[in-house]
Nanobody, 112 residues
């Protein structure tokens, strides 16, 4: 079983940066694809970024060139560096190790 705890969310001005962290407990972290999703009220969760166990990355179109996902398998941690934030990036951000493993989410609010 995998448990995930996100941190690093908060309030930031447009154009600013935040770094989210997700620490995984349990086994097999290094073998799993890790992803960040985000969700706004009334909408489905959308993929922000994912990283394979070997470091291959994939990004949603709206964040390409601004966000960077990375992982540290020794620390069981995945990161999301978010730069040049926009108000439309405001959402609850979730870390996942694949169904059914989701974190509790962390709020990111970008003020105009």
């Amino acid at each position: 079983q995998v448990q995930l705890v996100e941190s690093g969310g908060g309030l930031v001005q447009a154009g600013g940066s935040l770094r989210l962290s997700c620490v995984a407990s349990g086994t097999m972290f290094s073998g799993r694809v890790m992803s960040w999703y985000r969700q706004t009220p009334g909408n489905q969760r959308e993929l922000v970024a994912s990283v394979s166990r070997t470091g291959y990355t994939n990004y949603g179109d709206s964040v390409k060139g601004r966000f960077t996902i990375s992982r540290d398998n020794a620390k069981n941690t995945v990161y999301l560096q978010m730069n040049r934030l926009k108000p439309e990036d405001t959402a609850v951000y979730y870390c996942t190790a694949g169904y059914p493993y989701w974190g509790q989410g962390t709020q990111v609010t970008v003020a105009a």
